[in-house]
């Protein structure tokens, strides 16, 4: 017998003090309802109440508890040895929304069609798990690695430029948090790690070139990909467009130097979106997928007889029997107090 997630057992070192607790909580009830009335009258007020305290209850909760926690904890018993496929590929798409994507020199406008041309991507990947980073002045994950292209295409759908408000483009933080995801996502058995990266080019000295060389000794390949055409002014949220502060009109221009030179230090393939065809499908069957058909093999691996459900079964068991056990008490103080005011009508006075 061992455990897959062991750590999820120091937690049962907790149920002996909240039993202690519980106990606590009801000997001040009892302290409370002493200072109301004397102890003779209590078995009037509360029928059953004197003789029979909660323990059984307890008990039946506490076991449940213990019985969610080992289920956690993931218990196994004996393993076998299968045939596995290797995954494919991880891929974090990594895409800029900081305002400067809406500027309209690609139509309708950057930011648009970058989310069309990720979609289209979305429809040729097989077997392979995608992700979704955004950034502007910041970044986040938006969608974690997943295989369920649907769902990533329902996050994909509320991406906007207001998605982030601290404005700005925080090019390094970005691949930076795209390569953290890549590693605290990827399983056994996958067989390359890539990021595509989206963006305008335009950085504010959150060095993304250092980045992209840490990416590199972690295995994961960037490719990069700049979205504009000849400049075009930023609109803004509330209308007009973004001036400088001599009233001037700011006009983007994408800057394609730090991409291709984030693509030539990893490996990758720098593309340009100057006619808003951005080949993020050609990317894929071109340069994502060959590398790994020659090593997409199966392989032996060790897999566990898992015991949990039988652990989360019993925690269901004991807790859905202590609620009915507690119905059960109350019906039966219930019933015991009418059978009382029946035989003494003075009783119930």
Same mark, same amino acid.
């Not at 995954?87 to 690609?106: F, T, W």
């Not at 979305?122 to 798990?129: C, E, P, S, W």
């Not at 930023?234 to 983007?252: A, N, R, T």
């Not at 029997?321 to 109350?330: D, I, K, L, Q």
């Given at each position: 017998?061992?455990?897959?997630?062991?750590?999820?057992?120091?937690?049962?070192?907790?149920?002996?003090p909240l039993?202690?607790?519980?106990?606590?909580?009801?000997?001040r009830?009892?302290?409370?309802?002493?200072?109301?009335?004397?102890?003779?009258?209590?078995?009037?007020?509360?029928?059953?109440?004197?003789?029979?305290?909660?323990?059984?209850?307890?008990?039946?909760?506490?076991?449940?508890?213990?019985?969610?926690?080992?289920?956690?904890a993931?218990?196994r018993?004996?393993f076998?040895?299968?045939?596995?496929?290797?995954?494919?590929?991880?891929v974090m798409?990594?895409?800029?929304?900081?305002r400067?994507?809406n500027?309209?020199?690609?139509?309708?406008?950057?930011?648009?069609?970058?989310?069309?041309e990720?979609?289209?991507?979305?429809?040729v990947?097989?077997?392979?798990r995608l992700?979704?980073?955004?950034?502007?002045?910041?970044?986040?994950?938006?969608?974690?690695?997943?295989?369920?292209?649907?769902?990533?295409? $329902?996050?994909?759908?509320?991406?906007? =430029?207001?998605?982030? @408000?601290?404005?700005? !483009?925080?090019?390094? /933080?970005?691949? #930076?948090l795209?390569?953290?995801?890549?590693?605290?996502?990827?399983?056994?058995?996958?067989?390359?790690?890539?990021?595509?990266?989206i963006?305008?080019?335009?950085?504010?000295d959150?060095?993304?070139?250092?980045?992209?060389?840490?990416?590199?000794?972690?295995?994961?390949?960037?490719?990069t990909?700049?979205?504009?055409?000849?400049?075009?002014?930023?609109?803004?949220?509330e209308?007009?467009?973004?001036?400088?502060?001599?009233?001037?009109?700011?006009?983007?221009?994408?800057?394609?130097?730090?991409?291709?030179?984030?693509?030539?230090a990893?490996?990758?393939?720098?593309l340009?979106s100057?006619?808003g065809?951005?080949? $993020?499908?050609?990317?894929?069957?071109? =340069?994502?997928?060959? @590398?790994?058909k020659? !090593?997409?093999?199966? /392989?032996r691996? #060790?897999?566990?007889?898992?015991?949990?459900?039988?652990?989360?079964?019993?925690?269901?068991?004991?807790?859905?029997?202590?609620?009915?056990?507690?119905r059960?008490?109350s019906?039966?103080?219930v019933?015991?107090?009418?059978?009382?005011e029946?035989l003494?009508?003075?009783?119930?006075?």
């Amino acid at each position: 017998m061992s455990f897959a997630k062991p750590e999820y057992l120091a937690f049962l070192l907790l149920l002996l003090p909240l039993f202690f607790i519980f106990i606590a909580i009801q000997k001040r009830y009892e302290r409370r309802l002493l200072l109301l009335t004397r102890r003779d009258f209590q078995p009037l007020l509360l029928p059953g109440w004197a003789l029979r305290k909660p323990w059984f209850s307890w008990v039946l909760l506490l076991l449940g508890v213990a019985c969610m926690l080992l289920a956690l904890a993931r218990p196994r018993y004996g393993f076998e040895w299968r045939d596995v496929k290797k995954r494919g590929a991880d891929v974090m798409i990594v895409l800029d929304v900081s305002r400067s994507m809406n500027a309209a020199d690609i139509n309708p406008s950057r930011l648009i069609r970058a989310k069309r041309e990720i979609l289209d991507l979305l429809k040729v990947v097989r077997g392979d798990r995608l992700g979704l980073v955004l950034f502007a002045g910041v970044g986040f994950i938006q969608c974690p690695l997943t295989q369920d292209m649907k769902a990533l295409e $329902l996050f994909l759908d509320q991406v906007d =430029s207001d998605a982030i @408000p601290v404005q700005g !483009t925080s090019m390094g /933080q970005a691949i #930076r948090l795209g390569m953290q995801a890549l590693q605290d996502g990827t399983e056994a058995g996958s067989v390359g790690k890539a990021m595509i990266l989206i963006s305008d080019g335009e950085d504010q000295d959150t060095d993304p070139l250092a980045a992209a060389r840490s990416a590199t000794e972690q295995g994961i390949v960037i490719h990069t990909i700049s979205v504009g055409g000849q400049g075009a002014p930023i609109p803004l949220p509330e209308g007009g467009f973004l001036k400088d502060d001599s009233g001037s009109l700011v006009v983007s221009k994408p800057d394609e130097t730090i991409l291709r030179q984030i693509a030539e230090a990893t490996d990758g393939h720098f593309l340009r979106s100057e006619t808003g065809d951005f080949g $993020l499908d050609r990317l894929y069957e071109e =340069s994502i997928r060959p @590398p790994l058909k020659e !090593t997409e093999q199966s /392989q032996r691996e #060790r897999v566990w007889n898992e015991a949990h459900h039988w652990l989360t079964g019993l925690a269901a068991l004991f807790l859905l029997s202590e609620v009915f056990y507690r119905r059960w008490r109350s019906r039966q103080r219930v019933s015991r107090t009418v059978s009382r005011e029946a035989l003494d009508p003075m009783a119930g006075s």
